[in-house]
Nanobody, 113 residues
Framework: QVQLVESGGGLVQPGGSLRLSCAASANIFNIYTIHWYRQAPGKLREFVATITSTGSTNYADFVKGRFTISRDKAKNTVYLQMNILKPEDTAVYYC???????WGQGTQVTVSA
């Protein structure tokens, strides 16, 4: 059983930054790919970014150049640095262990003036 716990969400003004964290209960990042997803009210959950076990990254087009995914193996934590935030980035952000049913509980990000 693996637990994923997101944190770091909050209210930020347009153009601001937040860093989300996804802490795992086990040393898994050398084995699994981690995805960040988000879900806005009334919308489907959508892919945001991913980091593989080898450290390769990929991003959805709408966050390229603004968001950066990274990991700290020693802390069993994956981060999502979000810069130049826009109101349309408002959503609950989830981390997910690819190929499993493990999801975090989500962290709310609200971008508003």
């Amino acid at each position: 059983q693996v637990q994923l716990v997101e944190s770091g969400g909050g209210l930020v003004q347009p153009g601001g930054s937040l860093r989300l964290s996804c802490a795992a209960s086990a040393n898994i990042f050398n084995i699994y790919t981690i995805h960040w997803y988000r879900q806005a009210p009334g919308k489907l959950r959508e892919f945001v970014a991913t980091i593989t076990s080898t450290g390769s990254t990929n991003y959805a087009d709408f966050v390229k150049g603004r968001f950066t995914i990274s990991r700290d193996k020693a802390k069993n934590t994956v981060y999502l640095q979000m810069n130049i935030l826009k109101p349309e980035d408002t959503a609950v952000y989830y981390c997910h262990l690819y190929g499993t049913t493990y999801w975090g509980q989500g962290t709310q990000v609200t971008v508003s003036a």
